[in-house]
Nanobody, 124 residues
Framework: QVQLVESGGGLVQAGGSLRLSCVAS????????MGWFRQAPGKEREFVAA????????AYVDSVKGRFTISTDNAKNTVYLQMNSLKPEDSAVYSC?????????????????WGQGTQVTVSS
């Protein structure tokens, strides 16, 4: 059974940092792309970042470039999202997702495995 389990969310002041983790299990993900998405109340789920398991060519939404970093630890089957200089508009439920290698990493419809999500709240 495939599982993606996120952790690391919480409440932080604007300008602070959080590191999210996503542990993947249940199958071999070597040929998969791992992504982070977020959804704020009343808004659609939004692409945040994605990376291949070999760590090559990470992709980010423009609003987080220079502040967020996505990375992988193959030995631990874990994907991280380091979030720095957080802003109130970053507040959302952050979910980890996995998809087969392909184009359009930002397209959420291409992801077939999803975690339950972890809440991130940034206070002003």
């Amino acid at each position: 059974q495939v599982q993606l389990v996120e952790s690391g969310g919480g409440l932080v002041q604007a300008g602070g940092s959080l590191r999210l983790s996503c542990v993947a299990s249940g199958r071999t993900f070597n040929s998969y792309i791992m992504g982070w998405f977020r959804q704020a109340p009343g808004k659609e789920r939004e692409f945040v970042a994605a990376i291949s398991w070999n760590g090559v060519n990470p992709a980010y939404v423009d609003s987080v470039k220079g502040r967020f970093t996505i990375s992988t630890d193959n030995a631990k089957n874990t994907v991280y999202l380091q979030m720095n200089s957080l802003k109130p508009e970053d507040s959302a439920v952050y979910s980890c997702a996995a998809r087969p290698v392909g184009s359009r990493w930002s397209d959420r419809s291409g992801y077939n495995y999803w975690g339950q999500g972890t809440q991130v709240t940034v206070s002003s």
